[in-house]
């Protein structure tokens, strides 16, 4: 059975959300990106202000300057053995029993996990509060398996009593929608997987730290897993965007050995960088930026009302509810997109108005389809304004989207062309 959004679009594929005629493919999306990188120069050019709040930092964190001095043989050499033990502590690991490994994005960890896991024509199955990240499906595609998608723990039991061939199941706590299990859910999950003698790989994005420091779980390793990644740009690390990779000694060196025959591995160089931001972690930072992203919240559902959508740690706008907005705002009664496309006009239009950097631009594609507020840093909320100024914005950018929708190709031209003012200040 094919699955729809609210408004009908039928959802297939890798990604969560449909496709539709204004932004058709990682193509497209590419061009958005490019639109706003346009917009960033002109504003920085112009000295206009440019504020992030993906909810992401990929910055080299302080402390390595010292990067300078150093190279592949050098680096690894003089910082190895402390990143190892900083590293295995972050994910709760032993140096007994477990090791890291540092690619060059989440992605390639995963990639590189499945590649060495997961043997042709066997079945992954995932288990996410919601859905698993297109890129977990991806990684399963490119091993050559078949991927099975679960949301509960009665589906994730009825999968593995029922799949045959399971050559790996693959753990979210943290969804792409900010969904998270409870330690419950996880125990008994970790446990159904052990009894079935199946092999775990965490993909713990942003929930290798929001789970213990908001909800009080486990760390990564200390869910009695076999592997798990996180990216380094999440909640309370300041980036650079690598993936640390932890796990039981054996599988990590096979799957070190895979990500550096095919080129998935972070370059030893910037060890000393990945070093110092998790040196700098401390988990009460992600509990101000979940107190600052309910700030917003609170002035944004001012404005919205019912429409913002919250979960523990962040408040949304899905994508059908701005669709909806654009049409009650430009009294147009036929959907002229599909929901995505009215979450990256909306997207756009805070940029380019307010040079309000959202999640939706971090990715290509973007993983889901909802205009994320999310961990937002208190220092960049006071910077911009303030909470209601954001609130207002986002409402502002909303109409301006649904006069976009009145002209012709107008959300065309939004998302791809610039306008003659701003091509005369890049020029």
Do not use: C
């Not at 959802?11 to 204004?22: D, N, Q, T, V």
């Amino acid at each position: 059975m094919t699955r729809t959004d609210r408004f009908g679009n039928p959802i297939s594929g890798e990604l969560p959300y449909a496709r539709g005629k204004i932004i058709t493919s990682t193509d497209d999306d590419y061009r958005k990106i490019t639109k706003a990188h346009e917009i960033i120069r002109a504003r920085l050019s112009g000295g206009e202000g440019v504020f992030n709040f993906t909810g992401l930092e990929r910055v080299y964190p302080t402390g390595t300057i010292d990067i300078g001095e150093l190279d592949d043989e050098t680096a690894p050499a003089l910082y190895e053995d402390e990143f190892r033990r900083i590293a295995l502590q972050h994910l709760g690991g032993s140096l007994v029993t477990h090791d890291v490994f540092l690619a060059n994005r989440l992605t390639a960890a995963t990639i590189a996990t499945h590649l060495t896991l997961v043997k042709p024509g066997q079945t992954v199955v995932g288990i996410s509060p919601s859905y698993s990240h297109p890129t977990v499906i991806r990684a399963s595609n490119l091993a050559g398996a078949r991927f099975v998608s679960t949301s509960s723990t009665r589906e994730f039991e009825e999968a593995l009593d029922t799949e045959k061939n399971v050559g790996l199941v693959v753990l979210t706590r943290l969804a792409v929608t900010y969904d998270i299990f409870d330690s419950k859910d996880l125990k008994a999950i970790v446990g159904r997987a052990r009894d079935h003698g199946l092999q775990i790989y965490v993909d713990d994005a942003g929930g290798a730290r929001v789970g213990p420091a908001i909800f009080g779980q486990p760390r990564s390793l200390e869910l009695e897993v076999d592997v798990a990644a996180t990216g380094l740009d999440k909640y309370g690390v300041t980036g650079p965007r690598f993936g640390l990779l932890g796990g039981k000694k054996e599988l990590v060196a096979k799957i070190r050995s895979k990500a550096w025959q095919l080129g998935l591995e972070a370059r030893p160089i910037f060890l000393p960088a990945a070093l110092r931001t998790l040196q700098q972690y401390d988990p009460e930072r992600v509990r101000e930026l979940v107190r600052t992203t309910k700030e917003v919240a609170g002035e944004l559902k001012k404005l919205l009302g019912g429409r913002v959508h919250e979960t523990a740690v962040t408040s949304q706008l899905l994508a059908e509810d701005l669709l909806e907005l654009i049409m009650e705002r430009g009294d147009i009664s036929e959907a002229p997109m599909v929901p995505f496309e009215a979450t990256a006009a909306v997207a756009m239009s805070l940029l380019q108005d307010y040079g309000v950097v959202t999640v939706h631009f971090a990715g290509v594609p973007p993983g889901t389809s909802a205009l994320l507020i999310k961990f937002v840093p208190p220092e960049i909320l006071e910077n911009f304004g303030g909470a209601k100024k954001f609130a207002q914005a986002l409402d502002s950018s909303i109409t301006k989207a649904a006069q976009q929708v009145a002209e012709p190709n107008g959300i065309q031209r939004l998302l791809y062309d610039l306008g003659d003012s701003q091509k005369r200040r890049v020029s």
